[in-house]
Structures are given as structure tokens and as C-alpha cells.
């Protein structure tokens, strides 16, 4: 044995084995390191890219298509589902199904809604778009949205009757009444929550004094939540990159989820145990002692709960659950609170979170009409966008290097076994 070793062409043989088994540990190792980063820089919390919610939009598009019945009752079909969201006063499902319109209509119906919100004078596309539609629906169904959607919906029709149907081509005009001018309606404070963006149910300092100090005396069935409001109040924006509206519209929108029993209920557990990392309750207790220690006037103890709240923040859990809340708080802005919370209830992780973000940044309120019908496949329309940051390219770069590397080994050590050592010299 020691007269083979001593060979010297033994060292020669031996070093392609070393530099094969090398390579075979290395590049299942880059390929993990590569994928996480991927996934990490898109990553759960990114902003989705313009060329990924145009793909997603048409996938919206289609999906509305192949619910569309026959041609001769997609005008009944259509305006039952807007009536059916409307008696469920759930107002942006039934704007989406308006939206919606142009694919759940037959050819002849979806032509003429286009041409009338091409003639719009003024708004967005969308509210071009949903003027338009307004006017092939039913009488009473017209009149229920109009309604409902208050604030949004009161400039929507602006014109008497004989105004509207004179400027519709006769095609569109027949069969059709119209409404004139509808006069406002006064919300009720749960009208205007379920309405608006500013949707917010985290209470005053105050009451977070006060859910502070039942907490500590042992009332613990609600902490999730307090520890929520906690951290909307006395979290720093700046800190966490993240701005109090949005925080707080996050928040409420989790806090009516959870108190509801909306939310899945593994996406929930995990909620709460990211919440709890948060605010651990050692600290937390330690901190509302020291806040409760001194008799003081109402305002000053809830100023003082809040610097509690804020010293008992860990700062690396805070940073990835306010991404989370980030995009939370994001549905909020383009879907409004009901809405979110629609698309929130199919989400079982912080990944099915950001596929909720981009079916709503593609389909709006479309996006809440179709979760409706389909439920949780909505969230299967759009995937999650990836950016490459300068890590992951060059661990990319470094997998392809070992990838090339590994070729070329084996590729020398079959030569050699075929060849011998002669051919396989210009490796």
C-alpha cells in the first residue's frame, strides 16, 4: 500500500475525488442560502412589482370571465350578485362586482359599458368605469347601492333622469330607468368605520390605561389584543418604519378580526405567538408596575402606560411583525377595512398575507367581489414578487461557479478513466 502511495501520479488522482465531494457539500448549501435570500428579499413584507400586478390583473380578469353565465342571463346574474352583497352590507364585494363588469357581462353589454365610461368626463378609470355600470342595473339595486356606498357613492350620479338617458346611445337607453338626484343620508358611527380608511377601534390612552391595569389584576382573555393597541400607541414610526395610520389601521382591522373569530385559526396562533415575542409578559407586567406605582391624574397615568408599552418593545421581533402589519395596513389603503378583513380571513401565513396585498394592489375592491364566490383560491392568483438583493446575486454567482466547477471535474475524471491523462490535459 505505502509503494502505490508513494506513486506520483497517486496525489494527481486523488485530488478530482476531494474537489468532487467539495463541490457536493457546497452547492446544496448555496442553493438553500440563494433560495432563502430570494425569498427573504421579496419577500414576505416587498412592495409587488408593476409587471406583477399586471399579470395578476389579468388572471382577475380571466377568472371573472369563467363565471360569467350564458349571454342571455349575465345581466341578471350579474346584478343578483351585486344585490346579494349589497343585503350583505358588504359594500366593496358588491363595487367589485360593478368593477367586474366588463368581464361578467355578455360582448354586446361589455361594449356598451366601456363606450359610456370612455365618455366620462372626469375621475379614475375605475370610477369611470363604475359611473357606467350604475346604469345597467335594476332600478332597486341601483338605489341600494347608492345607498350604501355613501360617502363614496354620492357623486356618482349628478344628473336627472332625462339627462343620463339622453345621453346613452338608444341601445343602452331601452329597458333602463333611472334615478335623478338622491339626496345624503347621515352615517351612523359603524356606517362610517365600515365605510372608511380611517378605521379605527383601538379606543383612547385612557382605555388603554385601563385594559393595562385589569390585565395586570389577572384579566388576561383579552391580551393579544391589548398587546396590539400597546403597540399602535406607543410604537415609534420612525423605529419601525412603518406610519402610525397605517399601524393603527393594521391593528384595528386584527383586533375586529380576532374578536370576530375570522382569521385562520393556525395564521392566528402564529399572529399571537409573534405579538407575545413582541411584548413579553415578564416585562411588560414589570413595566405597567413601575407605570402604576404613583397616583396621578388620568392623563398622566396613560401617558405613563404608553412609555411602559414602549420600553417593554423588543425591537427585532417589533421589526418583523410591523412588516406584517405593513402590508396589513396597505389592504387597508387600497380595499378598505371590511374588505381586508375579507381577504384576511383566507390567509393562513405572513406569505398568504402578501398574496392578499397583491390581489388587492391588482383587483381593488374586484379582488373582495371575488373572494365571495371562490374563497380562498383567490389568493392563488398571484405568487410573490422576488427581488434579488447584492447577497443573494453573489451567492447566485458563487452557486454557478461550483455548479461549472463540479461539471468539469466529472467531466476530467471520465476523460481520464476513458483516455487516460494525455486528453484529459487540456482540462
Same mark, same amino acid.
Given at each position: 500500500?505505502?509503494?502505490?502511495? $508513494?506513486?506520483?501520479?497517486?496525489?494527481?488522482?486523488?485530488? =478530482?475525488?476531494?474537489?468532487?465531494?467539495?463541490?457536493?457539500?457546497?452547492?446544496?448549501?448555496?442553493?438553500?442560502?440563494?433560495?432563502?435570500?430570494?425569498?427573504?428579499?421579496?419577500?414576505?413584507?416587498?412592495?409587488?412589482?408593476?409587471?406583477?400586478?399586471?399579470?395578476?390583473?389579468?388572471?382577475?380578469?380571466?377568472?371573472?370571465?369563467?363565471?360569467?353565465?350564458?349571454?342571455?342571463?349575465?345581466?341578471?346574474?350579474?346584478?343578483?350578485?351585486?344585490?346579494?352583497?349589497?343585503?350583505?352590507?358588504?359594500?366593496?364585494?358588491?363595487?367589485?362586482?360593478?368593477?367586474?363588469?366588463?368581464?361578467?357581462?355578455?360582448?354586446?353589454?361589455?361594449?356598451?359599458?366601456?363606450?359610456?365610461?370612455?365618455?366620462?368626463?372626469?375621475?379614475?378609470?375605475?370610477?369611470?368605469?363604475?359611473?357606467?355600470?350604475?346604469?345597467?342595473?335594476?332600478?332597486?339595486?341601483?338605489?341600494?347601492?347608492?345607498?350604501?356606498?355613501? =360617502?363614496?357613492?354620492?357623486?356618482?350620479?349628478?344628473?336627472?333622469?332625462?339627462?343620463?338617458?339622453?345621453?346613452?346611445?338608444?341601445?343602452?337607453?331601452?329597458?333602463?330607468?333611472?334615478?335623478?338626484?338622491?339626496?345624503?343620508?347621515?352615517?351612523?358611527?359603524?356606517?362610517?368605520?365600515?365605510?372608511?380608511?380611517?378605521?379605527?377601534?383601538?379606543?383612547?390612552?385612557?382605555?388603554?390605561?385601563? $385594559?393595562?391595569?385589569?390585565?395586570?389584576?389577572?384579566?388576561?382573555?383579552?391580551?393579544?389584543?391589548?398587546?396590539?393597541?400597546?403597540?399602535?400607541?406607543?410604537?415609534? =414610526?420612525?423605529?419601525?418604519?412603518?406610519?402610525?395610520?397605517?399601524?393603527?389601521?393594521?391593528?384595528?382591522?386584527?383586533?375586529?378580526?380576532?374578536?370576530?373569530?375570522?382569521?385562520?385559526?393556525?395564521?392566528?396562533?402564529?399572529?399571537?405567538?409573534?405579538?407575545?415575542?413582541?411584548?413579553?409578559?415578564?416585562?411588560?407586567?414589570?413595566?405597567?408596575?413601575?407605570?402604576?406605582?404613583?397616583?396621578?391624574? =388620568?392623563?398622566?397615568?396613560?401617558?405613563?402606560?404608553?412609555?411602559?408599552?414602549?420600553?417593554?418593545?423588543?425591537?427585532?421581533?417589533?421589526?418583523?411583525?410591523?412588516?406584517?402589519?405593513?402590508?396589513?395596513?396597505?389592504?387597508?389603503?387600497?380595499?378598505?377595512?371590511?374588505?381586508?378583513?375579507?381577504?384576511?380571513?383566507?390567509?393562513?401565513?405572513?406569505?398568504?398575507?402578501?398574496?392578499?396585498?397583491?390581489?388587492?394592489?391588482?383587483?381593488?375592491?374586484?379582488?373582495?367581489?371575488?373572494?365571495?364566490?371562490?374563497?380562498?383560491?383567490?389568493?392563488?392568483?398571484?405568487?410573490?414578487?422576488?427581488?434579488?438583493?447584492?447577497?443573494?446575486?453573489?451567492?447566485?454567482?458563487?452557486?454557478?461557479?461550483?455548479?461549472?466547477?463540479?461539471?468539469?471535474?466529472?467531466?476530467?475524471?471520465?476523460?481520464?478513466?476513458?483516455?487516460?491523462?494525455?486528453?484529459?490535459?487540456?482540462?
Amino acid at each position: 500500500m505505502s509503494l502505490v502511495r $508513494n506513486q506520483p501520479g497517486y496525489h494527481t488522482g486523488s485530488l =478530482p475525488a476531494v474537489v468532487f465531494n467539495v463541490l457536493l457539500f457546497l452547492i446544496p448549501i448555496f442553493s438553500v442560502q440563494v433560495l432563502s435570500g430570494v425569498l427573504n428579499d421579496s419577500g414576505e413584507h416587498g412592495a409587488p412589482t408593476a409587471e406583477l400586478i399586471d399579470d395578476t390583473r389579468r388572471a382577475i380578469d380571466k377568472t371573472f370571465v369563467t363565471l360569467a353565465p350564458a349571454s342571455n342571463s349575465a345581466r341578471a346574474n350579474w346584478a343578483a350578485l351585486v344585490d346579494v352583497q349589497l343585503a350583505a352590507k358588504n359594500t366593496p364585494a358588491a363595487r367589485g362586482f360593478l368593477l367586474a363588469a366588463p368581464q361578467l357581462l355578455n360582448r354586446d353589454d361589455a361594449r356598451a359599458i366601456r363606450a359610456a365610461a370612455s365618455d366620462e368626463p372626469a375621475g379614475s378609470a375605475d370610477q369611470r368605469l363604475l359611473r357606467a355600470a350604475l346604469l345597467f342595473l335594476p332600478n332597486e339595486v341601483r338605489n341600494g347601492y347608492l345607498k350604501s356606498a355613501r =360617502p363614496k357613492g354620492i357623486e356618482l350620479i349628478t344628473a336627472s333622469a332625462e339627462t343620463v338617458s339622453a345621453e346613452l346611445p338608444s341601445t343602452q337607453a331601452s329597458n333602463m330607468n333611472f334615478p335623478g338626484l338622491i339626496e345624503p343620508v347621515a352615517l351612523t358611527p359603524i356606517e362610517h368605520m365600515t365605510r372608511s380608511t380611517d378605521f379605527n377601534v383601538l379606543g383612547t390612552p385612557q382605555d388603554l390605561a385601563n $385594559n393595562s391595569r385589569a390585565w395586570l389584576r389577572g384579566d388576561r382573555r383579552h391580551t393579544t389584543q391589548l398587546k396590539l393597541t400597546g403597540l399602535a400607541m406607543a410604537a415609534d =414610526p420612525e423605529a419601525i418604519g412603518v406610519s402610525q395610520t397605517r399601524l393603527q389601521q393594521a391593528a384595528s382591522v386584527l383586533k375586529t378580526s380576532l374578536k370576530a373569530r375570522r382569521l385562520d385559526q393556525g395564521y392566528a396562533s402564529n399572529l399571537e405567538n409573534k405579538i407575545d415575542a413582541v411584548f413579553k409578559n415578564d416585562v411588560l407586567e414589570f413595566e405597567l408596575d413601575n407605570a402604576f406605582a404613583e397616583i396621578s391624574t =388620568p392623563n398622566v397615568q396613560a401617558m405613563r402606560v404608553r412609555e411602559a408599552f414602549s420600553n417593554s418593545i423588543d425591537a427585532s421581533a417589533a421589526s418583523r411583525l410591523t412588516m406584517e402589519l405593513n402590508q396589513i395596513g396597505r389592504l387597508v389603503d387600497v380595499t378598505g377595512p371590511l374588505g381586508a378583513l375579507s381577504l384576511l380571513e383566507h390567509a393562513k401565513s405572513a406569505r398568504d398575507v402578501s398574496k392578499a396585498r397583491l390581489i388587492a394592489e391588482a383587483g381593488g375592491d374586484r379582488s373582495v367581489a371575488l373572494t365571495t364566490v371562490i374563497g380562498a383560491k383567490t389568493l392563488s392568483l398571484g405568487g410573490v414578487s422576488f427581488r434579488w438583493s447584492q447577497r443573494t446575486i453573489l451567492l447566485f454567482m458563487a452557486l454557478a461557479a461550483a455548479s461549472v466547477a463540479l461539471i468539469l471535474v466529472v467531466m476530467s475524471s471520465t476523460l481520464r478513466m476513458m483516455f487516460g491523462r494525455s486528453v484529459t490535459a487540456i482540462l
